[in-house]
């Protein structure tokens, strides 16, 4: 334990100038879409409050808002919106706008029907009746909904960073699927301490008298805050270079990513963070210049990108391979065998093909699992004599690890008499091999790069004497794992699914960028 | 001063005034009487336009009230809520002085003001910086007449202004509010369902039903006078307590014995109520009572009895 907060504190002294810069972002975001909230909400909320037919469409179709989960909001924006902030400031606004349409509503009902109409008998205009008695009468509420507004955008924020809109889910995201405590923390204990923070602070106000406070000078001096809270997060674009890379939050992490790019090749690229799901359509869209893909992914086909050659050696080789745990061997006598029948079947451009249709031509992996088995006759109907045991089976979260999860599922069922249940898409490669490693699933793909990098860590001088050979990678990996953690590395599928750098086929021509080296040379001009 | 001709206002299907027509003069104060739901208050109301008349006319001072802009109007008549309607934002001060504020008068006229009403009305000048609901209800009221008299309208619309009031207080303010030498000069229509302070108050008194003015006339004239069995029914409980307010000691003054005894001065008007003058005969234990009748100096000393009995000759002529 102690060990582990020093080293929370250690990573968080060491990263303080990327934790600043995703403070300053995260507010930035959430202040910024907080304002437009406001300037829509609050007008939105007195207008359904004096026009109450208004009000069950527009409460209604703020509160479906509210309901859709935010990372199916976001996919939905990017089409419309592109990446960054754009998209997430509207999505935070669109989240934000419930509770203060919905308060500014309630403040202004509520006020004392008699009390309106005695400022009408006094000889108040409609605009004075607003001003001078409804609003200031309504504020406490409003304050509230714009309080839970805040709460809301802050939480909601960190999910900005997987559409490289950055904020405090960088290290959060980066640090879930490189099952890295500290890189979570980092990101989670600021953005706690934002949301804290800034309800405590609007509770403040909340709270202020406003019979004694002047309403206008209130409301001016929250304006100015929160005005200059978002002002704050215009500061850090400035520093836009002259191509922009998007990588996921893994790959940030990585010796074999954005830590080894730095190191050996001293690459300086403005870089945002970004899920992989949407990464090569935001290159082919041009929001993007540079991504960190899989040398298999369908769609760097589809979007006409190529990759860079890796002259300096940063990516060892990425042999996918089952890996299972010694103890489910030993019970499920026949496992290693059927999973076997996978090996060497599957090359570079099948798996390629293969992802092209799930990621691109969006067919399900099962299909596309079992169109293979059949056209390579591996494929036999189920036995549907599940009596000796249930083979769990585990995959990361992307198109490639579902199929062949899918793969394994159908061969377990054709030829043995286990039954097979798949638990799919987790996080990220730390979170699959610790599930391994804890006996929560018996097996999954693994690269052996990834092995080689993430899990053993292996040093330098070891890496630098194994990188060119995938053979001696994959027999280092193989002897470690089983000495370690009593995982054995299976016979490898075949293809080769290498870490990358991808550019836009013609703009690499273009500028003339074959390898990761000219790029670097490129940054570096000028 | 207000002159109401045919007004009628329809709420959906419900008749909440049927072609009502009346007339108050400046000064008067009339007393809009009648049960519950008869329309009163949608009466008040369209006076000051915060509810529009479905047919009918008013005019306030010759001039039609859709003339000016409600608003315009608005501020030029004092208006006073049953619930004091006070904002509960504002400070005691602040809310005296709404009317004045969107008048624009300047802060020096403004403060020389509400000190007067303050004054005027009994209110500590330490109240000015607090709150409506830090006050009683009675003081609240108050603030609450003070608001509506700022600008000092020579037209006063209110609607139940002591309902809210507990009984002693209610007492007790509405005797403070006919003493007022403010309240004097104003024309005033005020709503009520409180048939006591009806005839305390009223110069004039309109009985309402059904959206209708059943009759409208001097307290006196519907005692002495009811146009219909109605109005009979509706005075009858309080009867025998209306008519000592409706009389006035000068209104049996022919009929009174008249016995004065020499060394006695007088000093209480004949203008008083008989229920004042058996007031004042029981309160303080006072064999007789002198009066002295301001039109020709003459001064009469009366019992209780003699006052009693004169009453009931009084009330015998009128009825038959
Ligand atoms: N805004 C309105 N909409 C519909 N009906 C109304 C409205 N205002 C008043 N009414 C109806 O009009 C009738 C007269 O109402 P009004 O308030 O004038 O009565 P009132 O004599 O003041 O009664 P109270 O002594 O209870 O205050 C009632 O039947 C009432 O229900
Ligand atoms: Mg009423």
């Known amino acids: 334990m102690k060990e582990g907060q020093q080293n929370l504190i250690d990573f968080m002294r060491q990263e303080s100038d990327k934790i600043l810069a995703q403070v300053i972002t995260h507010i930035g975001l959430t202040f910024t879409s907080l304002i437009i909230a406001i300037l829509i909400g609050l007008p939105l909320g007195i207008l359904i409050a004096r026009h109450k037919p208004l009000a069950v469409p527009v409460l209604g179709f703020a509160g479906i808002i509210q309901t859709i989960p935010s990372i199916a909001l976001l996919g939905f924006l990017i089409p419309i919106l592109g990446i960054g902030a754009k998209p997430a400031i509207f999505a935070l606004f669109l989240y934000a706008l419930l509770p203060i349409i919905r308060n500014a509503y309630t403040g202004i009902t509520e006020v004392d029907p008699v009390i309106t109409e005695a400022a009408k008998a006094m000889g108040m205009t409609y605009w004075q009746i607003l001003f001078k008695v409804e609003f200031p009468l309504a504020m406490p509420v409003i304050l509230a909904g714009i309080r839970t507004a805040t709460v809301i955008n802050v939480g909601v924020a960190t999910l900005a960073s997987l559409i490289a809109a950055g904020g405090l889910g960088e290290f959060i995201f980066g640090g879930i699927s490189l099952n890295n405590t500290n890189m979570i923390l980092a990101g989670a204990i600021p953005s706690a301490l934002l949301a804290i923070i800034f309800d405590f602070l609007l509770s403040r106000v909340q709270h202020i ?20 809270l978002a002002l704050f997060y215009l500061i850090p674009s400035a520093y836009a270079g002259k191509l922009t890379a998007g990588f996921t939050p893994e790959f940030m992490g990585r010796r074999d990513g954005d830590l080894g790019l730095r190191e050996k090749y001293g690459l300086k690229i403005h870089t945002v963070v970004i899920s992989d799901a949407i990464m090569y359509k935001a290159a082919f869209e041009k929001h993007l210049d540079v991504i960190s893909g899989y040398s298999t992914d369908g769609r760097l086909k589809a979007f006409d990108l190529v990759v860079l050659k890796d002259d300096k050696h940063i990516f060892p080789p990425y042999y996918a391979a089952p890996i299972v745990s010694d103890g489910a061997l030993k019970q499920f006598p026949q496992l290693e065998k059927t ?11 099948i798996m390629t ?29 189920p036995r549907n004599a599940n009596n000796q045991g249930t083979v769990r089976i585990g995959s990361k979260i992307f198109g490639e690890q579902y199929i062949l999860a899918a793969m394994y599922a159908m061969l377990i069922k054709g030829y043995t008499n286990y039954n097979v249940s798949t638990k799919t898409g987790l996080g990220g490669t730390k979170i699959c091999f610790d599930a391994l490693i804890n006996n929560q699933i018996d097996v999954y793909p693994e690269y052996t790069g ?5 899990m053993l860590q292996a040093p330098p001088q070891i890496t630098d004497t194994l990188v060119l050979d995938k053979q001696k990678v994959y027999n280092y990996v193989k002897q470690q794992f089983k000495t370690k953690y009593a995982i054995s590395w299976l016979i490898p599928i075949g293809f080769n699914n290498a870490y990358a750098l991808m550019m836009r086929k013609k703009q690499a021509e273009s500028l003339n960028i074959k390898t990761i080296s000219d790029l670097t040379r490129y940054l570096e001009s000028k | 001063m207000i002159k109401v001709e045919n007004l009628s206002k329809n709420f959906g299907a419900v008749n909440a005034v049927d072609d009502i027509s009346f007339d108050v003069a400046e000064g008067e104060k009339l007393i809009l009487l009648g049960t519950s739901g008869c329309g009163k ?20 001072n010759g001039e039609s009230i859709d003339q000016q802009s409600p608003e315009q109007l608005r501020r030029g008549i004092g208006y006073v809520l049953q619930n004091t309607g006070l904002f509960p934002h504002y400070t005691v001060a602040e809310n005296i002085a709404v009317v004045a504020q969107l008048l624009r008068w300047d802060k020096k006229r403004i403060a020389d003001r509400i000190h007067e009403l303050m004054q005027k009305l009994h209110l500590p000048a330490g109240y000015l910086d607090v709150y409506p609901n830090q006050l009683s209800g009675g003081q609240q009221q108050r603030v609450g007449l003070a608001r509506a008299l700022m600008a000092d309208p020579p ?18 303010i509405r005797k403070e509010f006919k003493d007022l030498d403010e309240l004097k000069r104003k024309t005033i229509v005020m709503v009520t369902h409180d048939v006591q302070e009806a005839f305390d108050l009223a110069d004039r008194i309109c009985l309402m039903d059904k959206g209708r003015i059943v009759q409208n006339g001097t307290p006196a004239e519907l005692l002495f006078k009811p146009a219909d069995d109605f109005v009979i029914e509706f005075l009858k409980e309080q009867r025998l307590q209306l008519e000592f307010k409706a009389v006035c000691v000068s209104d049996l003054w022919e009929m009174l014995p008249s016995i004065s005894l020499k060394e006695q001065t007088a000093n209480i008007s004949s203008h008083i109520t008989v229920w004042e003058a058996l007031e004042i005969l029981t309160a303080q234990h006072k064999k007789a009572l002198s009066v002295i009748r301001p039109e020709n100096k003459e001064i009469k000393t009366i019992t209780f009895d003699q006052l009693m009995h004169t009453f009931y000759q009084y009330q015998n002529n009128k009825t038959v």
């Open chain 1, 353 to 381: 093909e293969l992802n092209y249709r799930v990621d691109y031509l969006h067919q399900s992996p099962e299909k596309v699992a079992q169109d293979f088995l059949i056209a390579k006759q591996l494929y036999q109907q």
């Open chain 1, 209 to 228: 008298n406003f019979k004694k406070a002047r309403i206008g000078r209130v409301t001016t001096s929250v304006a100015v805050i929160i005005a200059g």
């Open chain 2, 155 to 172: 037209v006063l619309l209110m609607d139940e202004p002591f309902g809210a009031l507990d009984p002693v207080t209610r007492f007790k």
């Open chain 1, 339 to 349: 999973l076997n029948m996978l090996s060497g079947k599957i090359t570079d451009s």
């Open chain 2, 41 to 60: 208050t949608t009466t008040l109301k369209m006076i000051n336009r915060l509810i529009e008349p479905t047919a009918g006319k008013i005019k306030v």
């Open chain 1, 450 to 454: 990834t092995g080689l990098l993430v």
